[in-house]
């Protein structure tokens, strides 16, 4: 993964890659790489989100909150 690219360019790229690959016009060569590369943002990303979260933890924890409490994002509610 390139360093410089960010958590938001890294959603678009896989976006667009499923997008790409559901349409399934694309030689089978081309969908492996495709997917692979999904694989590997896929990576990123929920590594990304593993340490947002655990800064986000730490300074709950800092402020003097010490319990940990369940998130959901309003769409999942």
Sequence with gaps: M???????????ELEEI????EKGDIPLEKSLELFQ???ELTKYC????D???????KIV???????EMSWEPEAQK
Excluded: M, P
């Design 2 to 12: 390139d360093a410089a690219q960010n958590y938001e360019q890294a959603i678009k």
């Design 18 to 21: 499923v997008g790409a690959l």
């Design 37 to 39: 590369r999904g694989v």
């Design 46 to 49: 929920t590594g990304k989100l």
């Design 51 to 57: 340490e947002t979260e655990k800064q986000i933890l």
């Design 61 to 67: 924890e800092e402020d003097g909150v010490s319990s």
